[in-house]
């Protein structure tokens, strides 16, 4: 376990052949997250950015042929600046309603202060 002062990386570990998973358990590791999104150039660039009103989990998977993936989850709890066309069109709710949680693909990394992995949470 991480230093309790301390911050982590955490990236996704989906197969870029693989569309269907089980959760197999969620952990949440943090709160108010740093994003780091990696951009499209020859040189490996991210562009990061600080995450308020969130907390950060790491859901574990399972594909059907039996291989294990990590997905890091962001679970955003002020939506009221969100699009609302698209919160509509994907979700079906208005800002400010409700969280709205998403996995974080395989080329973001989330800085979490106070990284923590022994806190189960149940689905």
Known sequence: MANRNSSRAISSTFDKNEDQY??????????NAVMCHR???KKVV????QVR????????????????????????????????????EALKVSPGTVSVCHFIGN????????????????I
């Open 53 to 88: 009103e969130t907390t950060a989990y790491v859901v574990s998977l399972a594909a059907p042929d039996g291989s294990k993936a990590k997905a890091l989850t962001v679970c955003h709890h002020d939506t009221r600046g969100m699009n609302p066309e698209l919160l509509y």
């Open 107 to 122: 080329k973001a990394a989330a800085w979490v202060p106070n990284y923590s992995v022994d806190r189960p949470c149940v």
């Open 39 to 41: 951009l499209n150039f």
């Open 46 to 49: 991210f562009n990061c950015h």
């Open 22 to 31: 089980v959760v197999e358990e969620v952990k949440k590791v943090g709160e």
